[in-house]
């Protein structure tokens, strides 16, 4: 069991770090718009996690067929990539200006969920690492084994960006709305660099 817990632990860490759509919406939202809105995209991208993880063990053939379908997910994403950067665009110029952009809303969810499931990448590591990791998991430890490392996995990733959204949300304090704006600039730009790499890629 304590390899079972090293999986979840080394992987859960990997995936929160990993820069990409999740790590840099976590970034905006919680410069922004505070903690609670960092927190909403973690549970988006968590539950999106969830969508593509049951059908990745049970149902492996319907992730190829969606993997191999790569370039029209990457589109979306690309599309979708590029409306963030247009909305981090928009957070920047208000934030220059002064006003502090809205704090409500439950869009910070769909944002972090929508993020992850246009995301070519997040089927691929679905399929190529996940998928084989959480076999290896079972493998070691049976059903318990693959109980254990997904939890460790989920709350090990969650926690670490949970950690980064609050120390991000609290640095808006320090740095003033012209800081957070060059934040939310350079979210902006992140974006559309993510969705040109998500094009090249396709």
């Known amino acids: 069991m304590i390899d079972v817990l090293w999986l979840g632990l080394v992987l859960g860490t990997g995936a929160a770090l990993s820069v990409g759509p999740i790590f840099v919406t976590i970034l905006h939202e919680s410069a922004t718009r505070g903690f609670a809105a960092g927190l909403r995209v973690i549970l988006g991208s968590a539950t999106a996690d969830l969508v593509l ?5 049970l149902l492996s053939q319907v992730i190829a067929t969606v993997a191999g379908a790569s370039m029209w997910v990457a589109i979306a994403g690309a599309v979708f990539m590029t409306g963030l950067a247009a909305f981090a665009l928009r957070d920047a110029l208000r ?21 992850n499931l246009l995301n070519p990448l997040s089927w ?4 190529a690492t996940g998928t084989p990791t959480m076999l290896a998991a079972q493998h070691a430890g049976g059903l318990p084994g693959l109980l254990l490392f997904t939890v460790v996995w989920f709350v090990t990733a969650s926690g670490l960006e949970g950690v980064i959204a609050f120390a991000v949300s609290r640095s808006g304090r320090r740095i003033g709305h012209r800081g957070q704006a060059g934040l939310s ?5 992140l974006f559309l660099g993510l969705a ?3 094009l090249v890629r396709a």
């Open 53 to 57: 993880l049951l059908p990745a063990l």
């Open 95 to 115: 934030l220059w200006r002064g006003h502090v952009p809205e704090l409500a809303g439950g869009w910070a969810f769909w944002k972090g969920l929508l993020s």
């Open 124 to 127: 691929t590591f679905w399929l």
């Open 185 to 189: 600039a350079a979210s902006a730009a």
């Open 196 to 198: 040109g790499f998500l």
